[in-house]
Structure formats: C-alpha cells, structure tokens
C-alpha cells in the first residue's frame, strides 16, 4: 500500500527492463479502480517510464497492485508522484 499526504492528481512511475514487444507491459490498479494495461518502450537497461493514466487520490492510505501480463518484464522501482514531478 502507498500513503498519500495530501489529495490531489498522481503518476504512477515504474523503473523497468522490458527486453522486446513481447514482455513490455503489466497491469496496475490503484484501490478498486479500473485494471489499467501499461506498455513501456523496449530497453534492456533500467529506465523510467510514466503511466499515462493520472489517479485523483484523497489523503490516505492507497491499495496499489501490480499484475502480470506478460513474462519477461523486470520491475526495479515504483514512485507515486504529482504530475509535474520526475523521479
């Protein structure tokens, strides 16, 4: 779970390894929202990739999941971060 400490838009960022368009995506759901498919560019080193989907959370503790939708993606990091911030 994430703790949000003040309201408003989030990104989900992912740092990943997605080696070739067969292993480049993975599911994320935040609470009980929507199961959303997410597609990295291919890399074969770590690199950073924003979710494109924005998320409007209230103060508080979250539920955050990540599911498998293809083998072969590797996932490093995860940040949840106000739209106009980088990791």
Known sequence: SVYVTQGGDYR??????APDYTSDSFFVRIDRGAVIPF?????????????GASFALPAGR?????????????LDRLELRPPECTP
Do not use: F, N, Y
């Open 12 to 17: 989900l960022w992912v740092r990943t390894i």
């Open 39 to 51: 597609h990295v560019p291919g890399s074969r080193t770590w690199a950073w990739q924003k979710l």
């Open 62 to 74: 979250h539920e955050l999941s990540i599911g498998r939708r293809e083998d072969g993606i590797a």
